[in-house]
């Protein structure tokens, strides 16, 4: 069993859609981070959390650290958030970034 | 600013044969990361440097993957001998320092194709 579970795995939605992606972790963390990746492209820091809620834009990424939990949502959903969104914890026995598989997100206009 | 740099963005080879990698970092930044992305997973941490020393190399499979960071800024991954299982993308990271509040910023990767 992989140390970070994303769910769901493939996502489509429709423009303007409210999108949650979530994270679930087994291990003890320090801190949370949610990426994107688009195709071809490298991977970008959306957010780094270690408690509640950050907004930015039309992203709002919330973690329960009691429920080993992290979501993120995006607020009026557009094609050019087509990316795969990826979570990462910091922590563990190795103390180091241990990567989610992702969530493939696809939004049709 | 500009980012972190990697050449080439794409490199096809036999299995057997030997490449190299090339990162720059964001100027400044004293940590330098490489992970492999194969597709569908995860990137995964081959090397960690602070300025030109390793802190974390647990995963690079030393038998063929060799990394560098002589001058502490530029850094070179090689792969020699190139297996099949070595398709993935190879991306490098920075940071200003170490430890979970230091921001990563990634370069564009290098997609290697094994054939």
């Known amino acids: 069993k992989n140390e970070v579970e994303q769910s769901p795995q493939n996502l489509t939605a429709q423009e303007g859609e409210f999108i949650t992606i979530n994270c679930s972790y087994s291990?003890?963390?320090?801190?949370l981070h949610w990426l994107q990746q688009h195709p071809g492209g490298g991977i970008v820091s959306l957010f780094m959390?270690?408690?509640g809620k950050k907004k930015h834009g039309r992203l709002i990424a919330t973690i329960n650290i009691q429920e080993k939990h992290s979501s993120l949502h995006i607020t009026a959903s557009h094609p050019r958030d087509s990316a795969v969104y990826i979570c990462a914890v910091y922590g563990g026995a190795t103390n180091k970034l241990i990567f989610g598989t992702g969530t493939l997100l696809a939004v049709q206009p | 600013e500009a980012g972190v740099a990697q050449s080439p963005r794409y490199k096809i080879i036999e299995k057997r044969q030997s490449v190299a990698f090339w990162c720059n970092p964001i100027?400044?930044?004293?940590?330098l990361y490489w992970y492999q992305q194969i597709l569908g997973q995860g990137p995964k941490l081959l090397i960690q440097f602070q300025n030109n020393g390793v802190v974390d190399d647990s995963q690079l499979p030393k038998d063929r993957f060799s990394a560098e960071r002589l001058k502490g800024v530029d850094s070179t991954l090689k792969i020699q001998p190139a297996k099949l299982e070595d398709s993935a993308v190879y991306l490098c990271?920075?940071?200003?320092?170490?430890?979970?509040?230091?921001?990563?910023?990634f370069g564009p990767g290098t997609r290697l194709t094994v054939l």
């Open positions: 990271a920075s940071s200003l320092g170490r430890g979970e509040y230091n921001e990563q910023f």
């Open positions: 100027s400044g930044h004293a940590t």
């Open positions: 959390l270690s408690s």
């Open positions: 291990v003890g963390i320090s801190a």
